[in-house]
């Protein structure tokens, strides 16, 4: 019988097109499957618990392998680290029951997106410079908005296979980490393909008063992505975490 194992990672998405696997583009799948299938001598397929976009990171990302012989996990996971590109890091592979899987038995993800106002030449690759001062409060009130609402068809990228837009967001707030730092952290039950990015974006044109709160209700309500803001670069946001 199959042991089913869970295998947390984490990775600089900087080089990669997302994690999926996809043809003529490198991807956190297929590095790691490659290296899993050379080290356990077998073709290994990984089941991640979900998609994120090209240049998006992951300080917390889970998927699940199935193996009929048993495995040392600490070994696997040390020799995993010393084959796997430096910006993939393995941190634990542990048995599970079967039943459990990567994507469909995650109950929770949270992502946070970082934004800085100052020139900061440390925060450039991983937070996005915004060259005016958003009004935080506001976009705060905004974001609570999420919290009642249950369609994102208006944050959710144009011709995108989700069989549905619903969602049960959790939270959805603005953290202040300093005087000119700030993230946005989210969590939900699901999110669609470009969805934190078209919030976030959406958020600071209310931040910018180029849309009042009223209009941030009519844009939700109209399931439209035309009608919502621009999508905010990918190398800002980061798979903070995956929980069952």
């Known amino acids: 019988m199959k042991q089913r194992y869970f295998i947390y990672f984490s990775y600089d ?3 990669y097109h997302g994690w999926q696997i996809q043809p003529n583009a490198n991807s956190v799948q297929a590095e790691m ?11 290994v397929e990984l089941v991640g618990a979900g998609r994120t976009d090209t240049g998006v990171h992951a300080r917390t990302m889970v998927a699940h392998f199935d193996e ?9 996971t040390y020799k995993l680290n010393r084959v796997l590109p430096f910006d993939i890091t393995i941190n634990q592979i542990k048995p599970i029951d079967g039943g459990l899987h990567a994507r469909f038995s995650a109950t929770k993800r949270t992502y946070h997106y970082y934004v800085h106002l100052d020139r900061d030449p440390f925060c450039r690759a991983y937070s996005y410079a915004l060259h005016q001062v958003p009004d935080f409060q506001l976009m705060n009130d905004a974001a609570q908005i999420l919290l009642s609402h249950k369609d994102f068809g208006a944050f959710c990228k144009s011709h995108s ?24 952290r989210i969590s939900a039950n699901r ?33 439209s992505r035309q009608q919502a803001g621009e999508s905010v670069p990918g190398h800002a946001l980061f798979l903070e975490d995956v929980q069952y």
């Open 191 to 223: 999110f669609l393909r470009n969805m934190v990015r078209a919030i976030v974006g959406t958020l600071l044109d209310v931040g910018w008063h180029k849309v009042s709160l009223e209009q941030f209700v009519d844009i939700l309500h109209s399931k």
């Open 13 to 15: 998405g900087t080089a």
């Open 68 to 76: 009929e012989e048993p495995i040392d996990t600490v070994q696997l």
């Open 161 to 184: 296979d989700a069989k549905t837009t619903l969602c049960d967001v959790y939270e959805a707030r603005w953290i202040r980490l300093s005087n000119t730092k700030w993230h946005f």
């Open 33 to 43: 499957q490659r290296a899993m299938s050379l080290l356990l001598r077998h073709p």
